[in-house]
């Protein structure tokens, strides 16, 4: 069982986005994309999804084509954390949070709160229940999403792992929420679920993926185990920057410190 694209493309208004991309996404491991601006990182992510339809190639859950499952089934299985969000409404937090339930199997409102406030805790702003949506901060936004889209497949239903499908979930965080918030989806992969993640930091994939995929101009550069990947080589192609990788003393995972390419 896996959430799998292979040779997968998608073209544009004449433009090719992306082109013979292969990625796995396996149950119990977060896989982190990475790659410059415009390489094609959320399209690749956008065709995981079922969110758009490649041109070419395969995009498969369980085995079976994305196009062959229900809207309703594939919501039950993989959520999705997009970029941008553009909620205006003055919902309370919770109310936020429930709009991922809509696709799951309903329970009474007492244990339906329970998942709710499960979610919030898991992404870490349990304080923020009874709060307005539209009177939080970025980052706060963003954690009541990401505690959405955990609450849509918060509940195993047997039907198989689950997905979380997460474009730049670090972006407007702050360095200590941009742990925790990859430390929730580490979690969630804990149960045995797989976790596809967007970053641009190269060292935050180090400390959290057990799989990378490295995209430039629409293809996989590499892919495979983060510290394997992640060396300086490759950085300087896919990136343009130069790389040191450092194991600081103590620490569980290396360290990358960057400068731009060619700087003194």
Not at 244 to 263: E, F, K, N, Y
Request: with cysteine; proline share 6%; charged share 20%.
């Amino acid at each position: 069982m896996s959430l799998r694209a292979q040779d997968a493309g998608y073209d544009s208004s004449g433009q090719m986005l992306l082109r013979q991309a292969s990625i796995q996404v396996e149950p119990g491991e977060v896989h982190a994309i990475l790659g410059p601006n415009g390489a094609g990182k959320s399209t690749l992510l956008k065709l995981l999804s079922g969110e758009l339809r490649g041109t070419r190639g395969d995009v498969s859950l369980d085995g079976r084509p994305l196009a062959q499952w229900t809207p309703a089934a594939l919501a039950r299985r993989r959520a999705v954390l997009p970029q941008d969000e553009q909620l205006g409404f003055g919902f309370l937090v919770e109310e936020v949070v429930a709009l991922g339930r809509l696709p799951c199997p309903r329970h009474a409102p007492a244990r339906e709160e329970v998942l709710l406030r499960e979610a919030l805790a898991a992404a870490g702003v349990a304080a923020l229940w009874g709060r307005r949506y539209t009177a939080l901060s970025g980052g706060e936004r963003r954690r009541v999403q990401l505690a959405r889209v955990l609450a849509q497949v918060w509940e195993p239903l047997g039907e198989g792992p689950r997905y979380l499908l997460l474009d730049e979930p670090t972006a407007s965080l702050d360095l200590a929420h941009q742990h925790a918030s990859l430390g929730a989806a580490r979690q969630f992969a804990l149960q045995g679920n797989g976790v596809a993640v967007v970053l641009h930091d190269p060292n935050l994939a180090l400390a959290h993926a057990d799989r990378v995929t490295l995209v430039r101009d629409g293809r996989v550069a590499a892919s495979g185990k983060p510290a394997e990947v992640l060396q300086p080589e490759a950085l300087r192609s896919v990136f343009g920057i130069d790389a040191v990788l450092m194991q600081p003393p103590g620490w569980a995972h290396p360290v990358i410190a960057t400068r731009s390419s060619g700087a003194a």
